[in-house]
């Protein structure tokens, strides 16, 4: 709607200082005429904006002329709530910074607003430090949406090592991590969370029930992937590898490098974890001749009995 873009280049133009008629063009996708002509509405309706020519030049509003806008749209202010991820911030040290804006956005809102704000940052978390990306298919996704934001029960099937069982669960939360999204919720007196991806045939119930006070989404998520960590399985080793591989190595998932010795001619030796003797074959057979498994005897073995059978399907002594 041409009213939507008039603001939209009043927004463009304040926050930017000045932008070019292909400049505006280009981010709002219309053609260098239909600017032309939206300049002259907006001058039209009284708003100062004008033209500088020269290689510097473009379309600016006048010094000191700013609006203030209070149409912003609630599926807006969400998108805009959700955009952000919190360790993403934290490693850049801008999570104060974000604070503080944020507090700041929220005080520009209407009231009906902060309140739908306050709504959408204590039931949807976004986990910007990502496990290993996954298209996954969300069917139940709206369903489930819809029970965290009406605050009704939830009846569903879930399924986890292949076994399906059937549960009424209290929502209280949305995770996304990556592109991996999880339900958080109340369930025989505890609070569990649950795989979107494995819940099958959501029906949202008439039965509300009361969100507990004390409950903060954003803490929860990282005290239970903390846990997560900790309860994982570790296969401890000692590898030698070339130099050249520790970069990868450094970033390598279910390998952390424990202590490392200076290297000696371009190799380092390293005590390490995996999570298991499988993985750490599977591992450092991707590493070929750059990386050597020193200890346990049984890794090596297993390292040795996979290099061998790969010859052999490719026809080797």
Known sequence: MRADRLISIILLLQNNGRLSSRELSEKLEVSERTIHRDMEALSAAGIPVFAERGAQGGWALAEGYRT?????????????????????????????????????????????????AAMVRE??????????????????????????????????????DEEVTERI?????LVAKGAIWYLVAAAEGDIRTYRISRIANPRLLE???QRPDSFDLASYWEQ?????????????????????????????????????????????????????????CEILL????????????????????????????YGGN
């Open 68 to 116: 203030n806008l209070t149409g912003l749209k609630a599926e807006e202010m969400q998108s805009l709530l959700l955009a952000h991820s919190s360790s993403l911030l934290s490693d850049l040290g801008l999570d104060n910074v974000f604070h503080d804006a944020f507090q700041k956005l929220v005080a520009a809102f209407p009231a009906r607003l902060r309140e739908d």
């Open 123 to 160: 039931r949807i978390h976004i986990d910007g430090a990502g496990w290993h990306q996954s298209a996954e298919s969300l069917p139940a996704l709206p369903i489930v949406q819809d029970a965290v934001w009406q605050q009704k029960k939830l009846r569903m099937q879930y399924s986890r």
């Open 169 to 173: 669960v209290e929502p209280l939360g």
């Open 207 to 209: 039965e509300s029930f």
């Open 224 to 280: 239970s992937t903390k846990q997560f960590k900790e309860q994982l399985p570790r296969y401890p080793a000692r590898l030698r590898f070339h130099e050249k591989a520790l970069p990868r190595m450094s970033q390598q998932r279910y390998l952390k490098l424990i202590r490392t010795e200076p290297a000696e001619n371009g190799w380092i030796e390293a005590d390490v974890e995996f999570n298991t003797l499988s993985s750490a």
């Open 286 to 313: 991707g590493y070929g001749p750059l990386a050597e498994a020193l200890a346990p005897p049984e890794l090596r073995e297993s390292v040795i009995g996979q290099a061998k059978s790969i010859v052999t399907m």
